[in-house]
């Protein structure tokens, strides 16, 4: 070799020694960055420490019952001793065969992964992750950090694997990995997915059960056992060809697991009970632990602490109306799939379309493709599951098709309080999690139509009128605004113009046309302020349109309003999280107490009211509660249909006791076909019907189901003794204006004081 020759050698190897320097200096950075938290912070030894010692937080009902439980994982877990070895074995033979070799990564797997996958395009090399790996992204999940994402996840990964590996045993480690890793139909942890495909507890799997599961892990969808029974045989197969490579089953046990056919027992237990209290219950509790953290420099948490946080709920009401809420549901969404029969309205673009333009599919696709490419790609048809209100069935559907099935199920909401306290007994926020986690108590403000007419007529009462006065059932055109015509909505014959309808009667049979003009008496801003008075604080807008409930509330603050009816002084607001206490006993928060405002309705008209109220379900529009279910019981109420059949409303009323029901859709575009089914009456009042007949018959509910209404005697009764209808007379009906229509006029102060001084002249 020449002197130039080795002079060339010796520049192009100190270059490669200043590039490997270079890169040595990168890589060094880089991965100082990762540890000292420039991209986010890892989880030190003491978080890692405080895994395997977390409590879970209790929530506890008015009767000292745990009726709730939350946990840091929120998984279903199991001891490691209590599960099979040969499920252990499986998962070590297939997705880690040196787990008890290396200290949270395998150095020679990611060699061979380097070497064989990203040199030679050998895909059999496997993946190189190890359980301790997997832990850590199953524990605290991975963040998009674009083109860096992967070399930055998984360092942060490396570093905490090995963290947890000085911590925990091997065993342990096991244990929190089987406890924590996802399975397939969006199941976690080994007891969870156990009990959904075998139907039993993980500790008593056989090696095919065992190794199916185990089997899953490699890609959760493709070998979902239910879906891709096939498929999961096979990849079955491999775990148990893996077993038999690192010796942990014999051939002949390998030949005869192999031979054996894939069968599961899948479980159809797919709902939580109480899933939107329960939601509603952490984010509340959750808030105030922030504000106590913040103020008092405290580091208190909720899914690690083992608090224990006590409420008003009921545990047994609440058990009551989510059983009857979805009995009753499920029988009224057969009836309403039938009478739509082929003109079903969810298949119709201009309802599915915008759903779809809402899901993540659609919001990643569109910025790759064209809306008709999207429509044509998600058109494509798939094996899948539907559920349909009781369990998953297998079925083959495209995206499209998927979202006309959810959008033809109806939801319905409950909410139950004490009207004299305020406490919430129970809350159901809608028919089932697995069709739809929107809570309707939480965030929904809909048109409450008939339920609101109580209101107007308390006002109504409030400027003077009593429960027999007379106003005219006449329809009349309002021509200031647009020539709004009220119809009654159950009419099914004329009503004699000339005939008169007392308040009482009115509201018996929720007349519409003759509550408008009860709100003309009792005038639209004192109908407003009065509603106020009783807080409801959603904006309430000064129409006509009001005396038939054509105002958007929250069930919370409508049932807060009915209080009034009930009790001579409102609460100011619904309590829920009465304390919260540290697992010895410490109190960390305590509610303050309720405050009351005066009842902005005087006790006596208060009383009228209830009694007209107790007429609604004796022989108004809510009668079924006498008439078909027999409930004899100290019960006032009032249903509520809104416009086109789009909400079904009954609110019963007790002496201790309010439950509101709501009945619709999310989709404010799809409502019932015909009144007779979407009325409150057919579609929420059951609710209350069958819950409350429920009660009456545990001993546990005597002091709601037997009391009786305060004060509400004889005396009440005798100024509702009236004829229901007075016609007009001879000349009033031979001198009546004819015309049918005139402007909306709101009786004024100042127009009464006028017609006093007038009359006073004779």
Not at 134 to 155: A, C, V, W
Not at 246 to 266: C, G, P, R, T
Request: aromatic share 10%; proline share 3%.
């Amino acid at each position: 070799m020449t002197t130039s020759q080795n002079k060339l050698n010796s520049k192009y190897l100190k270059l490669a020694l200043k590039l490997i320097a270079i890169c040595l200096l990168i890589f060094g950075g880089f991965f100082a960055s990762i540890y000292l938290g420039v991209w986010g912070k890892l989880a030190s030894h003491k978080e890692l420490e405080d895994l395997s010692q977390v409590q879970a937080s209790k929530f506890i009902d008015r009767n000292n019952t745990t009726f709730a439980k939350i946990y840091e994982l929120n998984r279903e877990s199991i001891p490691l001793d209590s599960l099979p070895e040969h499920l252990i074995e499986a998962l070590i033979a297939t997705e880690d065969a040196r787990f008890y070799e290396h200290s949270g990564i395998d150095a020679r797997s990611l060699l061979r992964v380097f070497f064989k996958t990203i040199l030679a395009g050998d895909d059999s090399s496997g993946g190189g992750s190890t359980i301790t790996l997997q832990l850590t992204k199953n524990l605290f999940g991975r963040k998009d950090y674009s083109f860096l994402s992967l070399p930055i996840n998984k360092t942060k990964e490396a570093i905490v694997a090995q963290r947890i590996e000085s911590i925990y045993t091997k065993e342990e480690i096991l244990e929190l990995y089987l406890n924590t890793v996802p399975f397939s139909g969006n199941t976690y942890g080994i007891e969870s997915a156990s009990q959904k495909f075998f139907n039993k507890s993980a500790a008593d799997l056989h090696l095919s059960e065992a190794a199916v599961l185990i089997g899953t892990l490699k890609a959760n969808h493709s070998y979902n056992p239910r879906l891709f029974p096939e498929r999961s045989q096979l990849r079955r197969d491999v775990v148990v060809t893996q077993m038999l490579k690192y010796d942990y089953i014999s051939e002949e046990e390998a030949d005869a697991v192999m031979q054996e056919s894939l069968e599961i027992n899948y479980s159809k237990n797919t709902s939580k009970n109480s899933y939107y209290l329960r939601e509603y219950l952490v984010d509340q509790t959750q808030d105030i632990l922030d504000s106590i953290n913040a103020k008092n420099d405290e580091d208190f948490h909720l899914k690690k602490d083992g608090l224990i946080i006590k409420t008003t709920i009921d545990a047994g009401i609440q058990k009551i109306i989510e059983s009857n809420l979805k009995t009753h549901l499920k029988n009224l969404q057969r009836r309403f799939e039938d009478q739509y029969a082929a003109n079903k309205p969810w298949e119709k673009p201009a309802i599915w379309e915008p759903e779809l333009r809402r899901t993540k599919i659609y919001q990643k696709l569109i910025k790759e493709k064209s809306e008709d490419e999207i429509f044509e790609e998600l058109s494509q048809k798939r094996k899948t599951e539907f559920y349909d209100g009781e369990e998953y069935k297998l079925t083959t559907a495209s995206t499209i098709d998927s979202i006309q099935h959810h959008l033809k199920f109806l939801n319905a909401a409950s909410l139950s309080i004490d009207p004299h306290s305020g406490d919430i007994l129970a809350y159901v926020g809608g028919f089932d999690q697995n069709l739809s986690q929107y809570d309707f108590i939480r965030y929904a403000k809909r048109q409450v139509g008939s339920t609101f007419k109580p209101f107007v007529y308390a006002s109504a009462l409030n400027q003077g009128l009593d429960p027999c006065t007379y106003l005219s059932a006449k329809e009349i055109s309002y021509k200031d605004y647009d020539g709004w015509k009220p119809k009654n909505a159950s009419q099914k014959e004329e009503i004699d113009p000339h005939l008169n309808y007392s308040l009482k009667t009115a509201l018996t049979k929720s007349l519409n046309v003759v509550s408008v003009k009860v709100l003309e008496e009792a005038g639209i801003q004192n109908t407003i302020d009065f509603a106020k008075k009783l807080h409801i604080a959603s904006v309430i807008k000064p129409e006509p349109s009001l005396a038939l409930g054509a105002v958007n509330l929250n069930m919370k603050e409508l049932a807060l309003a009915y209080s009034g009816f009930v009790a001579d002084e409102v609460p100011n607001h619904l309590n829920l999280i009465t304390s919260i206490s540290a697992p010895d006993g410490t109190l960390i928060y305590e509610a303050p107490k309720n405050t009351h405002s005066k009842n902005p309705l005087e006790k006596f008209k208060r009383l009228q009211m209830l009694a007209i109220l107790q007429n609604v379900v004796r022989e108004g529009t809510g009668r079924a509660i006498t008439h078909t279910y027999g409930l004899r019981q100290a019960i006032a109420g009032k249903t509520g249909t809104t416009q086109d059949n789009k909400d079904g409303w009954f609110v019963g009323i007790t002496p201790n006791y309010i439950n509101i029901n709501w009945v619709g859709h999310n989709n404010q575009k799809i409502g019932f076909r015909t009144t007779s089914l979407g009325q409150g009456a057919v579609s929420a009042l059951p609710i209350f019907a069958k819950s409350y007949a429920a009660m009456a018959a545990d001993r546990s509910y005597t002091a709601i189901t037997s009391a009786k209404f305060k004060d509400l005697d004889q005396s009440v009764y005798e100024t509702l003794e009236c004829d229901d209808t007075k016609r007009d007379g001879f000349f009033k009906r031979l001198f009546s204006n004819k015309k049918d229509e005139k402007d909306f006029d709101e009786k004024k102060e100042e127009k009464k004081k006028k017609k006093k001084k007038f009359l006073g002249i004779f």
